[in-house]
T-cell receptor
Framework: GENVEQHPSTLSVQEGDSAVIKCTYS??????FPWYKQELGKGPQLIID?????GEKKDQRIAVTLNKTAKHFSLHITETQPEDSAVYFC???????????FGAGTQVVVTP | KAGVTQTPRYLIKTRGQQVTLSCSPI?????VSWYQQTPGQGLQFLFE???????NKGNFPGRFSGRQFSNSRSEMNVSTLELGDSALYLC?????????????FGPGTRLTVT
C-alpha cells in the first residue's frame, strides 16, 4: 500500500525565515497531494494542494512543488510568522475513494 | 458555510463498552471519510461513505463500523472498546465534481478508554 515519509519531524525557524518540509510517496497511482496544518485542539486544516499534472503551486507565502518522477513533494513557507507555528502534514491520495495516506507530521516552531 | 461538525467533542468510556460518534458534513458535501489519529500511528483512514454507501475501508477490525444517512450525516461506532482505541477521531467531508479529492476536517472527537 501507499507509504508517505515526511521530514523533518521538527523544525525551528526564526521569524521571517523560510521553512521547507519534504515528503516522499511510494504509490505511482497517487495523483493528489494536499498539505494540512493542525493547531492544538483543532482538526487538520487544508492549506494547499497540488495535482499530478502540475509541478508547482503558490498561494501567498505558501508554495508546494511536486516531482512525480522522483515521487517527492515539498511545502515551502516564506517570511514565517509566529502564527505559522503548528504541526504540518503532507498526504497522498486520489487513487482510492476518500482515502488519504498521511505523513507523520512536522512540528514547526517559529520564534520571534 | 458552516464547517464540519462532530459530536461529542470529548468522551470517556470503559473497556468493553461501545461508542457512537457523529459527524455532520459541510452543506452540499456528500462524501464523508473517517480517520483515527494517535501519537504512535498518526492519521489512519477508517472508511469513506458516499450516498449512504461505504465505498472504501481501511485496515481496522470489524469492531469499527459506520453508516451514512440520506442527509449525508455520518456516524461511526466502535464496539467492545479496548484501551488502544483511545484516540482523536476525525471526520472529513468532500465536495463533488472537480474538487472531489479535497477533504475538510472537523475538530474531532477525543475518545479516552479507561
Amino acid at each position: 500500500g501507499e507509504n508517505v515519509e515526511q521530514h523533518p519531524s521538527t523544525l525551528s525557524v526564526q521569524e521571517g525565515d523560510s521553512a521547507v518540509i519534504k515528503c516522499t510517496y511510494s504509490d505511482s497511482a497517487s495523483n493528489y497531494f494536499p498539505w494540512y496544518k493542525q493547531e492544538l485542539g483543532k482538526g487538520p486544516q487544508l492549506i494547499i494542494d497540488i495535482r499530478s499534472n502540475v509541478g508547482e503551486k503558490k498561494d501567498q507565502r505558501i508554495a508546494v512543488t511536486l516531482n512525480k518522477t522522483a515521487k517527492h513533494f515539498s511545502l515551502h513557507i516564506t517570511e514565517t510568522q509566529p502564527e505559522d507555528s503548528a504541526v504540518y502534514f503532507c498526504a497522498a491520495g486520489g487513487d482510492s475513494w476518500g482515502k488519504l495516506q498521511f505523513g507523520a507530521g512536522t512540528q514547526v516552531v517559529v520564534t520571534p | 458555510k458552516a464547517g464540519v461538525t462532530q459530536t461529542p467533542r470529548y468522551l470517556i468510556k470503559t473497556r468493553g463498552q461501545q461508542v457512537t460518534l457523529s459527524c455532520s458534513p459541510i452543506s452540499g458535501h456528500r462524501s464523508v471519510s473517517w480517520y483515527q489519529q494517535t501519537p504512535g500511528q498518526g492519521l489512519q483512514f477508517l472508511f469513506e461513505y458516499f450516498s449512504e454507501t461505504q465505498r472504501n475501508k481501511g485496515n481496522f477490525p470489524g469492531r469499527f463500523s459506520g453508516r451514512q444517512f440520506s442527509n449525508s450525516r455520518s456516524e461511526m461506532n466502535v464496539s467492545t472498546l479496548e484501551l488502544g482505541d483511545s484516540a482523536l477521531y476525525l471526520c472529513a467531508s468532500s465536495p463533488s465534481g472537480a474538487s472531489a479529492y479535497e477533504q475538510y476536517f472537523g475538530p474531532g472527537t477525543r475518545l479516552t478508554v479507561t
